[in-house]
């Protein structure tokens, strides 16, 4: 659901003080190695959601689906992130929940071995806001790293080893295209499948406030502008699962297909309603980084 407030654009880093911020997120570093260089989300009442129903046109069943999957209060999921350079492949799982009514959400992201942190990384995310936990070796065990989206160059859609779900929704707010692909049934529920591209500016207007940070900042990084994408959908319209693509360079501004990463994220939704355990860090908890330190 679109926030009643809306933020400035924020002011551009430069690229090095961004290239700093980024490195307390795990992927950040493993990207650069892959590729050799260098939401809001709407909260509504449980009720209110009872009443919605999968919209008959294609292109607003996809934009809605944000909102109403808001209106069900929380969900569990399952996280995918498949990373692909024309050199490497790697691969991140993560689990959690979204609690749309405070608008919170917490993932356990498995490290794929080689990457620059080893167990798990705990993310707890809010629109415009990531803290994470074990994101790299000079944070203390235990500790907390508080970053503003807007100082992560993807705006954390991809640079922590997940998009969080409200990010992962949200960007469907932006869907240009949407084609009804057929019908599947899962775990006994009949999923009405779409295909197409979203474009992650419009989905950040769509958002508004600090839900469309992240949106707005990875539209202006992703070297594709068209993101392509599948989603499934229940007949309430309730988003079961998202894959979107997102593609950058791994050289900087370089245009050359060698030189281009491909992030392929997966979110599974499941147990609509069911209470998601999620908060933020207390405040004696978080690490403060030097401007000019990275954690790694």
């Known amino acids: 659901m679109t926030d009643q407030q809306r933020t400035g654009r924020p002011r551009r880093r430069p690229v090095s003080n961004l290239r700093s911020a980024a ?3 795990l992927l950040a570093a493993t990207l650069a190695g892959l ?3 260098s939401g809001g989300s709407g909260a509504g009442s449980s009720d209110q959601s009872v009443h ?3 919209a008959a046109d294609p292109l607003t069943a996809v934009r809605n689906a944000a909102d109403i999957t808001g209106r069900t209060g929380s969900a569990h999921t399952a996280t995918e992130l498949v990373t692909e350079s024309s050199e490497k492949k790697a691969s991140f799982t993560g689990t959690g929940g979204y609690d749309y009514v405070k608008r919170i959400g917490r993932l356990e992201i498995a490290v794929p071995p080689g990457a620059a942190t080893t167990g798990k990384i705990v993310e707890v995310v809010l629109p415009g806001t990531v803290y994470l936990q074990n994101s790299g070796a000079k944070v203390p065990e235990g500790k907390w790293v508080k970053l503003d989206v807007r100082q992560l160059p993807d705006g ?3 640079s922590s080893g997940a998009t969080d779900p409200a990010t992962a929704a949200g960007a469907l707010r932006g869907v240009q295209k949407a084609d009804a692909v057929g019908t599947e049934t899962v775990d006994g529920v009949a999923l ?3 295909r197409g591209t979203l474009d992650l500016a419009k989905a950040a207007d769509a958002t508004g406030g600090r839900g469309g940070d992240g949106l707005r900042t990875g539209s202006q990084t992703f070297t594709v ?4 994408y599948d989603a499934w959908l229940d007949d309430q319209g309730r988003l079961h699962k998202v894959v979107e693509i997102f593609t950058f360079a791994g050289v900087a501004g370089s245009k050359e297909a060698k030189d281009q990463v491909k992030v392929t994220s997966t ?3 499941t147990d609509f309603g069911k209470p998601v355990e999620a908060a ?3 405040a004696s908890d978080i690490f403060a980084l030097k401007p000019t330190e990275s954690p790694k």
């Open 23 to 25: 490195g307390a997120a």
């Open 35 to 37: 590729a050799g260089c």
């Open 52 to 54: 919605d129903q999968l």
């Open 156 to 158: 954390n859609l991809v």
């Open 192 to 194: 009405h499948h779409y």
């Open 225 to 228: 502008k068209e993101v392509p």
């Open 267 to 269: 979110t599974a939704l």
């Open 280 to 282: 933020e860090p207390p």
